[in-house]
């Protein structure tokens, strides 16, 4: 007799969701027009703040969830997530740099205020070692309302003609392509076959001999670059090392986190969960060893256009005066709405442009030595590198910018 095939059971088929539907963290199907109902975590909190009692971290942790949970807009086949994070700076700029525009001393406390709020905010969220697009919305949210502004109260003025808008508008284009090109895969190290990321001993000396693979990012970055010590605190215990060569080259270890080898310079990002090849930092992306020069091409378009922007406003709204002096003494500025307002955002892109001035000096100075950004904290943690010039460069013992000059000459570059 043939042998029954136990068929298995049929799993029933779920119902498709309209555009207002969707499935939440519960794995219950809900409803937009819910989004009020059935919110303990938010009736808790309220009545121990109307209490006056503290309320605990946990339950704000619990309550933002569930916001950002229920906060969702119809769409096709379910209701679409939105991302909170996206929200306040939608919101808050406007009305914050118009509220800014009604008196000088309000415009010292709303632009002194704005740093440290976006800063209280950066280290909020990097404790919890969470993703988030709020300085990605911030940043692009910036551009386009400096932009409108420009063209709704420094254009109708008549001082701008076609040529320099077009420049301007060629500068903003640029920007958005090199932030587009600095978003993409930073050089992601994926995670092997689940039957390849148990490794013998042959495989690791295999790998030892091939060698490290050469960066692809800026010339002279060469895997000598790379500091000794290396290996993160939480990874140093029960990490099996392996070495090609001399320490300084060839240098791999083990990530716990991902399960696989890393080639020297590469580190295991929290914020993205995964390792990335010559990991530099991570702010609105990561930025690794393949988006690294479009991300110093973004902040060199960003300073260049701001730069322009900054002069062609100030240079409408005080024109008896040079664009340093302006800045500083413009008298009568107030008395009207409209240039108080450009006033307030050309100090406003001045905040943000001495912001990414550093940023960008900061990059110059650990090319030239030759360090990622990761290697100097890392330097810094171990005690092994040395502050130059109050703390602004950080020798880490490399060769730099020797090194990258002559690669440079000899690969024909100079």
């Not at 937009?32 to 946990?58: F, H, M, N, Y």
């Not at 942790?61 to 679409?80: F, N, Q, V, Y």
Request: hydrophobic residues 40%.
């Amino acid at each position: 007799m043939k042998p029954v095939k136990k068929t298995k059971a049929e799993e029933p088929e779920l119902e498709p969701l309209c555009c207002c539907e969707y499935i939440d963290r519960n794995g219950e199907k809900n409803h937009v027009a819910a989004c009020l109902c059935d919110c303990q975590d938010l009736d808790e909190g309220c009545d121990r703040w109307i209490t006056c009692k503290s309320v605990q971290p946990e339950t704000c942790e619990k309550i933002m969830d569930t916001i950002s949970d229920r906060l969702r807009i119809p769409w096709l086949r379910g209701a679409k997530k939105v991302n909170i994070s996206i929200l306040p700076p939608l919101f808050l700029l406007p009305v914050f740099l118009r509220v800014a525009s009604w008196h000088f001393l309000l415009g010292a406390v709303v632009l002194t205020s704005l740093p440290v709020l976006a800063l209280w905010y950066y280290y909020l969220t990097h404790r919890r070692k969470e993703q988030t697009l709020f300085f990605l919305s911030l940043g692009l949210f910036s551009l386009g309302y400096m932009y409108y502004v420009f063209l709704q109260e420094v254009v109708p003025k008549g001082r701008v003609g076609p040529t320099r808008l077009a420049l301007l508008s060629c500068g903003l284009l640029l920007i958005l392509f090199a932030l587009y090109r600095a978003k993409k895969n930073p050089g992601y190290l994926r995670n092997p076959a689940p039957n390849d990321r148990a490794l013998s001993g042959s495989q690791l000396e295999c790998l030892n001999r091939k060698g490290p693979e050469k960066p692809k990012g800026f010339p002279g970055a060469d895997l000598s670059g790379g500091l000794n010590n290396r290996a993160p605190k939480d990874e140093t215990k029960d990490s099996p090392r392996t070495s090609a060569g001399s320490p300084a080259k060839g240098k791999e270890d083990w990530c716990a986190k991902c399960q696989l080898v890393r080639p020297a310079r590469a580190w295991h990002c929290r914020i993205c969960g995964i390792c990335v090849r010559r990991m530099d930092h991570h702010c609105v992306c990561c930025v690794g060893e393949s988006n690294h020069q479009a991300f110093i091409l973004a902040l060199l378009v960003f300073l260049l256009t701001s730069i322009y922007g900054i002069t062609l406003t100030l240079d409408t709204i005080c024109t008896d005066r040079s664009v340093f002096t302006a800045l500083f003494y413009c008298p009568g500025v107030y008395a009207n709405y409209s240039s108080a307002l450009c006033f307030t955002c050309v100090w406003y892109s001045v905040i943000i442009t001495g912001s990414m001035a550093y940023i960008f000096l900061i990059q110059l100075i650990n090319i030239s030595y030759n360090v990622t950004e990761r290697e100097v904290q890392q330097a810094l943690r171990q005690k092994t590198g040395r502050r130059l010039l109050c703390g602004l460069i950080v020798d880490t013992g490399n060769k730099g910018l020797s090194a990258d000059f002559f690669h440079l000459k000899i690969t024909g570059t100079l």
